[in-house]
Nanobody, 126 residues
């Protein structure tokens, strides 16, 4: 059973920064890519960043150049550094294991687990 705990969200002004953390348990962390998803009110959950077990990162165009994903395998933790935040980044952010389709970036993927954490709220004020 995979357990995921997201933290680090908060309220920031446009242009500010936040670092999110995803603490994961279970063997899936060491063998799978971990993705950061977000869901804004009234919108579908979207994958915005992912990092493979080997450290390769992929980003959605909307966050490329502003968000950086990293992982500390010794701590079973994945981070999402978010810089130059915009109001449109406002959402609840979740992490989960993800199977990326090779060559598709973050556009095509499947979820090996349907277990989600509680998420962490990010609010960017204009």
């Amino acid at each position: 059973q995979v357990q995921l705990v997201e933290s680090g969200g908060g309220l920031v002004q446009t242009g500010g920064s936040l670092r999110l953390s995803c603490a994961a348990s279970g063997s899936i962390f060491s063998t799978n890519a971990i993705g950061w998803f977000r869901q804004a009110p009234g919108k579908q959950r979207e994958l915005v960043a992912a990092i493979t077990s080997g450290g390769t990162t992929n980003y959605a165009d909307s966050v490329k150049g502003r968000f950086t994903c990293s992982r500390d395998n010794a701590k079973n933790t994945v981070y999402l550094q978010m810089n130059s935040l915009k109001p449109e980044d406002t959402a609840v952010y979740y992490c989960n294991a993800v199977d990326l389709t090779p060559g598709s970036g973050v556009n095509y993927y499947t979820l090996p687990s349907d277990t989600w954490g509680q998420g962490t709220q990010v609010t960017v004020s204009s």
